[in-house]
């Protein structure tokens, strides 16, 4: 990749740069890690952006959405309709829709409700909709940062009563069964985890079959491929998971080498994180009360994925001038009048105003995962490149339409 500095220069700060080569390694990583009949699904918020969008897909990915939104995104991108798993558990009349009217045909579902509702929809407009139902576990295997299931949840069917809905689900007009949908963790600790994590699933998933009568066409096996966001620190690279995956399914579900059912998986983090990196200017240096301030020209309205949830980052900049060296340990914070924006704390980095500082592994839950309107600043400039060569620069931007004419 082209020296920081220099893409500062062009481009400005903040921005992001996105690495199109370092998104086909992990691309290609994940696959190398899976069993050659794995579809990947690649979940769209992670990051929307066009050309890693193009990029996933051209090696093999499928999309996974979550709003008409990306729906827009992942057409654009050049996905067909029917390579495209429609999830989320708001989905509206008006947005499946638009989805089924253009070419979605998957769905997963969360409740008797949505299924219900993607059927009267699917049959309104003449067509079928293939559903997965989607499994919030009872219990789950793994140690991971993010657990989404075995809790009260808006997400899936718990597992443990959904036998006892067999027969309603199968006679829901204007959809089918088509399988499966798990996705119990996020970010799993190690490979042993997301092993440990995937057994558990198949055999669930095997045990459901059984139980609900219906044969799989698709099991969702979900995902919890790590990556590291916003440290530095490398993407794993997984090992012992395909043949452990081959192995588990050769037991649970013995005719899946012929696609029955077929299996697949789904990751965001993996597939970009480490292909971004964010770039923002020291724009004052201030100490108060014996604390050091970095105030930076990226705060939560650029790279704000965690603020929602209330989290500060761990944050790790690195200097890309030679700065000094006093050692006084700093908070970082953005432009934004709130003392909520703040990237990181007790960083150790002597630096001076106009000092630029990356943020390394920010391709995933970015500008589109951050307050971006917030204090109406501009969104970050978003650079894609490939190695050395620099093939798009783009900024997101918003406009008010007024929706009957104009204001009173
Ligand atoms: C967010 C999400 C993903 C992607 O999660 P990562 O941790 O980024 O891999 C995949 N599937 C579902 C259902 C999600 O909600």
Same mark, same amino acid.
């Given at each position: 990749?082209?020296?920081?500095?220099?893409?500062?220069?062009?481009?400005?700060?903040?921005?992001?740069?996105?690495?199109?080569?370092?998104?086909?390694?992990?691309?290609?990583?994940?696959?190398?890690?899976?069993?050659?009949?794995?579809?990947?699904?690649?979940?769209?918020?992670?990051?929307?952006?066009? &050309? =890693?969008?193009?990029? *996933?897909?051209? +090696?093999?990915?499928?999309?996974?959405?979550? %709003?008409? #939104?990306? @729906?827009?995104? $992942?057409?654009?991108?050049?996905?067909?309709?029917?390579?495209?798993?429609?999830?989320?558990?708001?989905?509206?009349?008006? &947005? =499946?829709?638009?989805? *089924?009217?253009? +070419?979605?045909?998957?769905?997963?579902?969360? %409740?008797? #409700?949505? @299924?219900?509702? $993607?059927?009267?929809?699917?049959?309104?407009?003449?067509?079928?909709?293939?559903?997965?139902?989607?499994?919030?576990?009872?219990?789950?295997?793994?140690?991971?940062?993010?657990?989404?299931?075995?809790?009260?949840?808006?997400?899936?069917?718990?597992?443990?009563?959904?036998?006892?809905?067999?027969?309603?689900?199968?006679?829901?007009?204007?959809?089918?069964?088509?399988?499966?949908?798990?996705?119990?963790?996020?970010?799993?600790?190690?490979?042993?985890?997301?092993?440990?994590?995937?057994?558990?699933?198949?055999?669930?998933?095997?045990?459901?079959?059984?139980?609900?009568?219906?044969?799989?066409?698709?099991?969702?096996?979900?995902?919890?491929?790590?990556?590291?966001?916003?440290?530095?620190?490398?993407?794993?690279?997984?090992?012992?998971?395909?043949?452990?995956?081959?192995?588990?399914?050769?037991?649970?579900?013995?005719?899946?080498?012929?696609?029955?059912?077929?299996?697949?998986?789904?990751?965001?983090?993996?597939?970009?994180?480490?292909?971004?990196?964010?770039?923002?200017?020291?724009?004052?240096?201030?100490?108060?009360?014996?604390?050091?301030?970095?105030?930076?020209?990226?705060?939560?309205?650029?790279?704000?994925?965690?603020?929602?949830?209330?989290?500060?980052?761990?944050?790790?900049?690195?200097?890309?001038?030679?700065?000094?060296?006093?050692?006084?340990?700093?908070?970082?914070?953005?432009?934004?009048?709130?003392?909520?924006?703040?990237?990181?704390?007790?960083?150790?980095?002597?630096?001076?105003?106009?000092?630029?500082?990356?943020?390394?592994?920010?391709?995933?839950?970015?500008?589109?995962?951050?307050?971006?309107?917030?204090?109406?600043?501009?969104?970050?400039?978003?650079?894609?490149?490939?190695?050395?060569?620099?093939?798009?620069?783009?900024?997101?931007?918003?406009?008010?339409?007024?929706?009957?004419?104009?204001?009173?």
């Amino acid at each position: 990749m082209t020296a920081p500095n220099e893409l500062a220069e062009r481009f400005g700060t903040p921005s992001f740069v996105y690495d199109l080569d370092r998104v086909a390694r992990a691309r290609d990583d994940l696959f190398a890690a899976l069993p050659a009949e794995f579809e990947v699904f690649y979940a769209a918020k992670a990051n929307p952006h066009p &050309e =890693l969008l193009n990029e *996933l897909r051209t +090696g093999g990915c499928r999309a996974e959405i979550s %709003s008409v #939104g990306e @729906l827009d995104a $992942v057409l654009q991108a050049g996905f067909a309709g029917e390579q495209i798993l429609y999830t989320g558990p708001g989905k509206t009349t008006e &947005e =499946l829709t638009e989805a *089924l009217t253009r +070419g979605v045909r998957l769905f997963s579902t969360e %409740s008797l #409700g949505d @299924l219900r509702r $993607v059927g009267e929809t699917a049959l309104r407009l003449g067509v079928t909709a293939d559903c997965l139902i989607r499994v919030n576990n009872a219990t789950g295997a793994a140690a991971t940062s993010i657990r989404m299931t075995g809790v009260p949840s808006q997400f899936g069917f718990d597992s443990e009563t959904l036998p006892d809905l067999a027969a309603d689900l199968r006679e829901v007009p204007g959809t089918n069964i088509a399988g499966l949908h798990f996705f119990p963790l996020s970010n799993a600790k190690d490979e042993a985890s997301l092993i440990a994590e995937f057994r558990h699933t198949i055999a669930m998933a095997a045990g459901l079959q059984k139980a609900l009568g219906v044969t799989f066409r698709l099991v969702d096996i979900g995902g919890g491929f790590a990556a590291p966001y916003a440290v530095q620190g490398e993407r794993p690279v997984y090992g012992t998971l395909r043949a452990a995956l081959g192995e588990t399914l050769d037991e649970h579900f013995p005719g899946w080498r012929d696609g029955a059912p077929r299996i697949a998986c789904e990751s965001g983090r993996y597939l970009v994180a480490d292909s971004g990196t964010l770039l923002t200017t020291v724009v004052n240096v201030k100490d108060s009360r014996g604390q050091r301030y970095l105030v930076l020209d990226a705060g939560i309205n650029t790279f704000g994925g965690m603020s929602g949830l209330g989290r500060i980052m761990p944050v790790n900049v690195e200097p890309h001038e030679s700065v000094g060296t006093d050692g006084t340990p700093a908070s970082l914070a953005g432009p934004l009048c709130t003392p909520g924006d703040l990237l990181a704390r007790n960083v150790f980095l002597p630096s001076e105003a106009g000092d630029l500082l990356t943020v390394p592994n920010a391709g995933s839950y970015g500008p589109t995962a951050s307050l971006l309107m917030f204090l109406g600043r501009p969104a970050p400039a978003e650079v894609v490149v490939r190695a050395d060569t620099v093939v798009s620069v783009s900024r997101i931007q918003h406009i008010r339409t007024y929706e009957h004419g104009q204001a009173l």
